[in-house]
């Protein structure tokens, strides 16, 4: 039978140390593995792809087993299922863009192209079909990559930094459109990446790896507002708010944050977004001071974590949602700040990001316009 | 794909240094008037014979072997040896008629014989023509082939075919042919009588060929028109009628001159 | 600076042209020195077709089993590491450098009747000295290397990650081998095939030693011109003209190929 979670349970002796991983993913679900370089992050996708094998453990997806090391099993990469999005895209190179979607569709040729060219449309480039790898830019081949590996219409997809060999602007574009695809997949997925921006928008859960093993696990929230780690605060750079935006005359945004407060930021977008803020462009007040300064957001929060970060403190707060910020061990005598005290949060609207939200309710792509335009 | 090479570091040096050798390596063929050595083209199967001439006469000469039609095709060419041996006169004779050559001079016969390993079946050369015998014989311009083709000429027709038919290889030199042989690619092959001796430790022997069936295999010199050293070669093809030369060629198996 | 600048730029114009010069000018000469219709007419003897079709059908043959052989030999040694990898490389290059004579010396040690396998095949019934199939065999043996030495490198210059696409995308070890890193490394294949063809055509010694001369089984074009050099140079010179002619043509004609978009070449 087809489908079901992803479930890995693998022990693999790399170069400098054992790599241990349990983990489950739900069909529809996206569990990024973030962590430094060398943390073993891509072995994991490439003992699930079967394009490495482990000396020990068990991969299934659902009923299918697709490794078992006690048992005996180990399917060859072909017979896996899993759609695998390379971190260059790894098009093939003599092939047209609708040629490369095609690959792996088993159908009489006419049947292949029309299927490849209704994937391709469904990202807005059916257009592109018989233009050459070499041709295209980097977001559209990181297009005909998503679409090669959803032709085949796989049980698991696994992602290796899909969106790391594009440029900024052209970026915030495809991790929305990636999300939508995730989420119409609804297969488990797998994402590695070194962006925790892009885990946050992209994953319900976030393991953090370090030296083949997870150090933390939780959403981007989670780890932003506990870092359990002086490794994972520094990694969960920003900390990310749910909210809903509303563009507001003059190009700015205002926000309404899920579970109350609201704030602002000099980002354009609109519908379910993730605000994001740096920690260290947080200052805290105390809460029952009149506020002063040009900042325009300001969000009453209670302290729950203080953590020492090197020379810096990292304060986990509820505002209700977590929010992270970074203060010097001054403030923190100064302020009193141990968890349940009351502060207030404040940071500038030119320091608060938005970006598309992962979570529900996002209109689908294809019809989108191209890449670029007003995000960021 | 394209890697630097690490050669291309090292390169500066190494330009003028290959120059340098390759200066050095053709620096011998420079002319320092008196001290040249004799250049001689001769047949390659007076290989043996005339190299052990030179050693003995202590004549200082550079000498060549290949097949006396190849020689000659290079002395068309414009190539100027000092001597041309040709063991077919034939060749040195119509160089003369175009001018190329002095007037030959016939130096040695030799004879035509059919070469066999030594544990060979074939004992006469009716035997070449049952079905399934390996022939080795010379290509038609070497004179060695056009000998063998008058030999096999001179037999009754249907014999004649049926050696012809055995043949596998015209090669375009005697060496080849002998090379053949103790090789066991063939099991027979028409060569000079001198080719066996010389290659008796190989493992060949000759059969004679019937006097009726012999070609009058002549050996020819000329002093090539144009030599560097025409007083030496008239001194070397001297050497070849009596003395050093003579001595040789008859170790080697050849004769004397008709 | 600039005056520097501009006599290493003479220079390097000036070795250009004289090598172009030399390299060229024999060649050149060859076709002044043959009226067009001698070479015509050169053409028109049965021995000199019969050598062509000679060399044409044994060079092919070699090249369909360099290719059979030698593209999965090539993949294996340019996609995997192993130990003595560079050995088993460098032995493979061997008879690159190898002078014909000696190739064909050690093609008669091996092979020959007194060879080192030459009793087995014979219980076989195989026979190759002195046959067409030595041809081939000498062929093969002096241009394989050139073949797999370039193939090598394009298989190893391939995107592994294409390869491992191909996998995730439903195609075995084999299909991929044949769907990716053969288009992939194509314009290598075909660049290692057009010297292994040149190689094959212009093959004389080895032919000669291990194979004879005998028209219309073993005299190829090099072998009939070299047995014609003596007897009618006029015609051994039209004869190699038109050497020059089809293999500057097959070259062409595999070089264009090669850069054709069905192989992978740049559009």
């Known amino acids: 039978m087809r489908g079901g979670a992803l479930e890995i349970r693998v022990g693999d002796r790399l170069r400098e140390f054992e790599l241990e991983l349990d983990a489950r993913v739900e069909p529809g679900e996206c569990t990024a593995l973030v962590g430094p370089s060398g943390a073993g992050k891509t072995t994991v996708l490439r003992l699930v792809a079967g394009l490495r094998d482990p000396p020990r453990g068990r991969i299934a997806v659902g009923e299918r087993v697709l490794c078992d090391t006690d048992a005996g099993i180990c399917l060859e990469p072909e017979e896996r299922r899993c759609g695998f999005l390379f971190q260059d895209h790894a098009l093939f190179g003599h092939l047209s863009a609708w040629r490369n979607v095609a690959f792996g569709i088993g159908a009489p040729r006419s049947e292949r192209r029309g299927r490849a060219l209704a994937l391709l449309g469904r990202f807005g480039i059916e257009g592109l079909a018989d233009a050459r790898p070499a041709e295209l830019s980097g977001g559209e081949r990181q297009r005909v990559a998503l679409a090669r590996a959803l032709a085949t219409a796989p049980d698991v997809l696994l992602l290796d930094e899909p969106l790391s060999a594009l440029d900024a602007r052209t970026r915030a574009h495809a991790t929305r459109e990636l999300a939508a695809a995730l989420r119409d997949a609804a297969v488990p997925s797998l994402l590695v990446t070194h962006d925790f921006e892009e885990a946050a928008v992209l994953a319900a859960e976030i393991c953090v790896m370090d030296r083949g093993r997870v150090v933390q696990r939780g959403s981007a929230a989670e780890l932003s507002a506990s870092p359990a780690s002086g490794f994972v605060a520094d990694f969960a750079g920003a900390a990310v708010l749910a909210g809903e935006a509303h563009p507001e005359p003059g190009g700015s945004t205002r926000v309404a944050l899920e579970g109350g407060g609201e704030v602002h930021s000099s980002d354009s977008e609109r519908g379910p977004v993730a605000v994001s803020v740096y920690p260290w462009e947080v200052a805290l007040e105390p809460a029952d001071e009149p506020a002063h300064g040009s900042a325009r957001n300001r969000l009453g929060a209670e302290v729950v974590s203080v953590t020492q970060v090197g020379t810096r403190v990292r304060v986990g707060l509820a505002t209700p949602q977590p929010l992270a910020a970074e203060v010097t061990a001054e403030s923190v005598a100064g302020l009193g700040l141990r968890p349940g005290v009351r502060v207030r949060a404040v940071w500038k609207a030119t320091a608060t990001r938005l970006a598309p939200a992962a979570g529900p309710a996002q209109p689908a792509p294809g019809s989108s316009p191209s890449p670029g335009g007003a995000e960021r | 794909m394209r890697k630097p090479s690490p050669f291309a570091r090292r390169a500066t040096p190494v330009l003028p240094a290959s120059l340098a050798i390759a200066a050095l390596a053709v620096g011998c063929g420079g002319d320092d008037e008196g001290e040249e050595p004799l250049v001689v083209s001769a047949a390659s199967s007076l290989e043996t014979a005339f190299t052990e001439y030179a050693d003995e006469a202590g004549i200082d000469a550079k000498q060549s072997f290949a097949g006396s039609d190849e020689l000659a095709a290079q002395i068309r060419q414009g190539v100027t040896p000092d001597v041309y041996a040709a063991a077919d006169a034939s060749l040195p004779y119509e160089l003369h008629a175009e001018g190329l050559v002095s007037e030959p001079v016939i130096f040695a016969a030799n004879t035509l014989a059919i070469g066999v390993p030594e544990d060979s079946e074939i004992r006469s050369i009716g035997d070449l023509a049952e079905p399934g015998v390996k022939i080795a014989i010379g290509a038609p311009s070497v004179p060695v082939g056009s000998y063998t083709r008058e030999v096999i000429g001179r037999l009754p027709g249907p014999e004649a075919e049926a050696i012809l038919d055995n043949v596998r290889t015209q090669e375009p030199e005697v060496a080849g042919i002998v090379g053949k042989l103790t090789q066991r690619a063939v099991d027979a092959g028409f060569v000079y009588a001198t080719d066996v001796v010389a290659a008796e430790d190989a493992g060949l022997r000759a059969i004679r060929l019937p006097a009726s069936l012999q070609p009058g295999v002549a050996y020819g010199a000329a002093v090539v028109d144009g030599a560097e050293n025409p007083e030496g070669a008239r001194e070397f093809i001297e050497g070849l009628l009596e003395g050093d030369g003579a001595e040789a060629l008859k170790r080697a198996g050849f004769l004397p001159p008709p | ?267």
Do not use: N
């Open chain 3, 1 to 267: 600076m600039s005056a520097r600048r501009l006599l290493f730029g003479g220079l390097l114009v000036g070795c250009l042209a004289l090598a172009l010069l030399f390299l060229c000018l024999p060649i050149l000469a060859m076709f002044v020195d043959v009226p067009p219709g001698d070479l015509v007419s050169s053409l028109g003897e049965p021995d000199a077709l019969d050598a062509l079709w000679l060399s044409l059908r044994t060079s092919l043959a070699a090249l369909a089993i360099i290719i059979v052989v030698g593209t999965p030999a090539a993949y294996f040694l340019g996609t995997r590491s192993f130990r003595g990898h560079s050995l088993v490389t460098t032995l493979i290059e061997l008879p690159l450098v190898l002078p014909p004579a000696v190739a064909g010396i050690a093609l008669l040690a091996a092979l020959g009747p007194k060879g080192l396998l030459g009793g087995t095949l014979e219980d076989a019934g195989i026979a190759l000295v002195l046959q067409t199939a030595g041809v081939v065999v000498a062929l093969t043996f002096v241009a394989a290397p050139f073949y797999m030495r370039q193939a090598q490198e394009a298989f190893a210059a391939v995107d592994r990650a294409q390869l491992e696409a191909a996998r995730t995308l439903g195609s075995s070890e084999a299909t991929a081998f044949a769907r990716v890193a053969i288009p992939a490394a194509g314009q290598g294949l075909t660049a290692g095939l057009a010297l292994a063809w040149g190689r094959a055509l212009g093959e004389f010694g080895a032919t000669l030693m291990f194979a004879g001369s005998f028209p219309g089984i073993t005299e190829t074009v090099p072998l009939a011109i070299f047995s014609r050099f003596a007897l009618d140079f006029t015609s051994a010179l039209a004869l190699s003209a038109v050497l020059v002619v089809v293999s500057a043509a097959l070259l062409l004609s595999v070089k264009l190929l090669g850069r054709s978009p069905l192989l992978g070449g740049p559009g």
